[in-house]
């Protein structure tokens, strides 16, 4: 890729000369290649050694699919995890070969009948031991599996007793057999026939075990992307995994008789109960005792979390302070309280004789980002024993300072990591929540694209058990900005942080836009180079935070949005001859088209509206807003930081306009 840039601006100079007369990105061998996040991404200084992917597959002459006829069937376990990846392999089958493969429950197959028919056994331990297999030596955590080929059967197991793993599986054993890819909900490849089962030896586990991609536009996407989208894993309390302190103890529920549980404006709560013994004694007996609930009534999930409200406000009581002068952060009363929640809900199970297997999460955001730690001898170590995090606690960081167009490896970013890391002193179990959009303008794109990877590594490095990137998942099923390429990139990057960026790249325009693959791609090529730049010679606006001031005229020239839009204008062109030799894949294609479209359209409307004749004018509105309607995308923004307005939508923008 780093071969295009001299190229890309060369171009980017024709279209728009006055935006890079000033735009010298010459690298010190002199060849101009100023792409920098580029050369961080492929060099393989940070690939991770720590990983499980060993994928033998070997491709036989043994029949599994004659038109469309198959003597395979599933047997599946009869539990909802088990019963859903069979289902899911019975549909993409069908989908890749036309075969209808049956799903048996496989509490009715005998030992005897794995000799005399077909089985692909999906998390049956009965038939995996009676076939003499057992499960590998390595450690496959909560989502690993195991895919084993023999003689004509395929055993497919996971060993979380929780059924997390089939979900991937289901997926890697779709990979070998038919060749399943997936690049977005309507645009599914198999490269494969699936006239052969080929033979499967495969130990593998993602290198991060739970996924939560940025966006995806439903349930069902999510778990073909191998993503935790449907919360599987998570136990909502009071209908929210995050922010749900205040669900735990209500103020209208304890608040009269509990004031002290609270800071003074009732919106976070207290947990040291300001320093009264007796009250934080009930308040902890309180909260073990919800969180002991939520676990019976959830036996099939791993996590719940414990974390604070979506606001700064901080009790200031003389507890509180004292805590927070020892330890130099409010976190250390979060990380108390939960650690005693813990001890509190394992003595509950141990007195009846049982463990439960769980992870109590807080979280590290805004005033509890900074972990209780001091550097000693440039290590990292806890204050105390005290803010050493229980072994069944565990934090969810979210840092509010990071620049996402830069990796955690970036010196930028030399705070957001030097707490990540000062977390990993006090624990093992943690979890990072990134983000990728601008809250403030979902419709101008974000250059989070190439640091992505590098910050994947990262987190890899220090043994992270989830990544969940925040994209825009609120009211936008079809997001502009190349957001679906960064759900892809998520996909893979997330499994296997090895893989190269260029070659997922590649992969994804090839694919999720077919003929119109080489425009899309000077697009968007020329549109990272360009936000590169712009990061580069302007941060303070224009950078990979959460929020920031780009939504300006001066950042987007009409001549350079323009020149973007002939590109999509060539791309347009190039499935036209589709629209009559495959209709449904050039529906598919034309939005896939018509999504990175609304990026520049919406862009010339708002700050060039005046410089187009009246008619010219609205007609761009009223085409803009019925593409938007189309796509059934709402929100213009979630919550804008620069005019303090939450979720604005595209009608109330229309009707601004005049197109309501």
């Not at 000369?17 to 002199?30: I, K, N, P």
């Not at 019975?90 to 794995?114: C, F, I, M």
């Not at 929210?240 to 009269?256: Q, S």
């Not at 902890?284 to 002991?292: G, H, K, L, P, R």
Request: proline share 3%; with cysteine.
């Amino acid at each position: 890729m780093k071969g295009k840039i001299l190229t890309i601006f060369l171009a980017l100079a024709l279209a728009c000369t006055c935006v890079f007369g000033a735009c010298d990105r010459t690298t010190e061998d002199g060849s101009g290649n100023g792409h920098a996040n580029t050369s961080q991404i492929d060099d393989g200084a940070h690939y991770a050694a720590d990983v499980l992917h060993k994928v033998n597959v070997r491709e036989t002459d043994m029949p599994f699919v004659t038109d469309k006829e198959t003597e395979y069937s599933i047997a599946a376990a009869s539990d909802a995890r088990a019963q859903t990846a069979a289902t899911f392999i019975a549909n993409h089958l069908y989908g890749a070969t036309g075969a209808r493969v049956s799903v048996e429950d496989a509490g009715s197959v005998s030992a005897g009948d794995l000799y005399s028919g077909k089985y692909i056994v999906l998390g049956d331990e009965t038939l995996f031991k009676a076939a003499g297999l057992s499960m590998p030596q390595e450690d496959l955590g909560y989502t690993g599996y195991y895919i084993k080929t023999l003689g004509d059967d395929v055993f497919i197991m996971e060993d979380s007793g929780f059924g997390f793993g089939y979900e991937h599986a289901a997926r890697a054993f779709l990979n070998a057999v038919v060749g399943f890819e997936i690049y977005s909900i309507d645009m599914v490849k198999y490269t494969k026939s699936g006239a052969t089962m080929p033979e499967m030896d495969i130990v593998e586990k993602p290198d991060f075990e739970i996924h939560r991609l940025g966006f995806t536009a439903s349930v069902n996407e999510a778990y073909a992307f191998g993503s935790d989208g449907g919360n599987q894993m998570f136990i909502p309390i009071g209908g929210e995994e995050w922010h749900n302190t205040l669900n735990y103890l209500p103020y209208d529920t304890y608040g009269a008789e509990h004031p002290l549980w609270y800071e003074s404006r009732a919106r976070q709560l207290c947990v040291t109960a300001h320093g009264d013994a007796d009250e934080l004694k009930e308040m902890q007996e309180t909260v073990a005792d919800i969180v002991i609930d939520y676990l019976d009534a959830n036996p099939d999930k791993l996590i719940i979390t414990f974390t604070q409200e979506d606001n700064v406000y901080v009790c200031g009581c003389d507890e509180c302070t004292r805590l927070k002068q020892k330890y130099g952060t409010d976190a250390a009363a979060y990380v108390i309280f939960t650690n005693k929640i813990a001890e509190l809900v394992d003595a509950h199970y141990a007195e009846l004789g049982a463990e439960r297997d769980y992870l109590l999460m807080n979280f590290a955001y805004q005033m509890t980002e900074q972990p209780p730690v001091e550097n000693a001898g440039g290590e990292w170590k806890a204050i105390d024993d005290e803010v050493i995090l229980h072994d069944k606690t565990g934090v969810y960081i979210a840092s509010t300072v990071a620049d996402y167009s830069k990796s955690f490896y970036d010196e930028a970013n030399a705070v957001p990591r030097e707490q990540i890391e000062g977390w990993r002193a006090l624990t093992d179990n943690m979890f990072i929540w990134l983000y990728q959009t601008n809250f403030s303008w979902y419709m101008l794109p974000h250059n989070t694209f190439e640091a992505t990877l590098e910050t994947y590594r990262f987190c890899k490095s220090l043994d992270m058990v989830q990544v969940n990137q925040l994209g825009q998942y609120s009211g936008m099923p079809s997001p502009t900005g190349f957001h679906r390429f960064k759900s892809y990139l998520d996909s893979q990057a997330m499994f296997n942080v090895n893989l190269s960026y260029a070659e997922i790249a590649d992969k994804f325009f090839a694919n999720y836009f077919g003929p119109a693959e080489e425009p899309m791609r000077k697009f968007y090529d020329e549109l990272v180079a360009y936000m590169d730049y712009l990061c580069e010679t302007d941060p303070e606006n224009v950078n990979g935070k959460m929020h920031c001031n780009d939504h300006q005229a001066k950042y987007w020239p009409k001549q350079l949005l323009n020149h973007w839009l002939a590109y999509i204008d060539e791309a347009y062109a190039l499935i036209a001859p589709l629209e009559a030799s495959d209709p449904a894949l050039y529906e598919v294609l034309y939005d896939h088209i018509n999504i990175e479209s609304l990026f520049p359209r919406y862009a010339l409307i708002e700050f060039y509206s005046a410089t187009y004749p009246l008619a010219e004018d609205r007609a761009m509105k009223i085409s803009f807003r019925d593409d938007i309607r189309l796509l059934n995308n709402t929100y213009v923004w979630e919550w804008n930081s620069f005019r303090g307005v939450m979720n604005y939508t595209f009608e109330e923008l229309f009707a601004s306009w005049g197109v309501a």
